[in-house]
Each structure stands twice: as structure tokens, then as C-alpha cells.
């Protein structure tokens, strides 16, 4: 998800959005006021991408976004590695629904809509790892 300061268009042409480094495949991008969602398949992980929005306009200003970001299965936290931080904040989280929005997403590794223990078990199994 990308978030702007002022609503925003995105009219690349024939994509709006591109991974442009990295392995990963856009299926869909969609645009509301000032964000924009991004959906992905085919990403690996351990890896880092770069996604790049094209044409983007906010009505003054018109240009590519590119973002990198690393791809971490189990790195709740965003910070590159996967270790007990993360554990404690998926369990933290355990019993509760995934919203759409930074309060949570994150924890939800399985992408069920609930994070529970399945969600600590893919955590768990990951820790230790990091992005190169």
C-alpha cells in the first residue's frame, strides 16, 4: 500500500505498477483518494524488490514511484530480521481479526483474515532469518 499526502491518478500505460527489481508479478493495482493498494503474487521470499508506480500525478507533480522493500516471511516488525520481537507481537496479537491497515496486517502471515496460532507457528519457524 502506498500512502500520499494529496489524492493522486495513476495512468501507466500498459501498467500501473511494475515490480522493476526483484522476482514478483503485479496482479492488480487499484487507486483511492491519496492511497494506493498494490497486489502481488510470485514473490519470493528473502529477497529484496523495488514496485514502481507509473504516471503517477497529484495534480501538480507527475512521475514514476519506485519503493524498494524487502520481502520477509515472518518479519512482522519490518526491520530486516525475524527473532523474538516479532513472536511476541504476532502472539500479541493472537484471537484477533487482520484489518487492512498498519494496526495488524502484518501478523496475519497466512493472509486468513484471523491471526492465530497458526500465525505464531509460521513466525516461529522462521526465526533466525533475515533479508540479504
Known amino acids: 500500500m502506498f500512502t500520499f499526502a ?3 491518478t495513476v495512468n501507466g500505460t500498459p501498467d500501473k505498477a511494475r515490480v522493476t527489481s ?3 508479478t503485479v496482479t492488480s493495482a487499484a487507486v483511492n483518494g491519496a ?3 498494490v497486489d502481488l503474487t510470485g514473490v519470493t521470499n528473502g529477497q529484496k524488490i523495488t514496485l ?4 503517477v ?3 501538480t507533480n507527475t512521475g514514476d514511484v519506485s ?3 524487502g520481502i520477509l516471511l515472518g518479519d512482522t516488525s ?3 530480521f525475524v527473532n523474538s520481537l516479532d513472536i511476541s507481537q504476532t502472539r500479541d496479537q493472537s484471537g484477533r ?3 487492512k491497515d498498519p494496526a495488524n496486517f502484518r501478523q496475519d502471515l497466512n493472509a486468513d483474515g484471523f491471526i492465530n496460532s497458526a500465525d505464531i507457528s509460521i513466525v516461529r519457524t522462521q526465526d533466525g532469518t533475515r533479508v540479504p
Open 97 to 99: 481479526k487482520a484489518k
Open 78 to 80: 519490518g526491520d530486516g
Open 57 to 59: 500525478s497529484d495534480g
Open 6 to 8: 494529496n489524492p493522486v
Open 67 to 69: 519503493v524498494p522493500m
Open 52 to 55: 514502481t508506480l507509473f504516471n
Open 35 to 37: 492511497e494506493v493498494t
Open 22 to 24: 526483484g522476482t514478483g
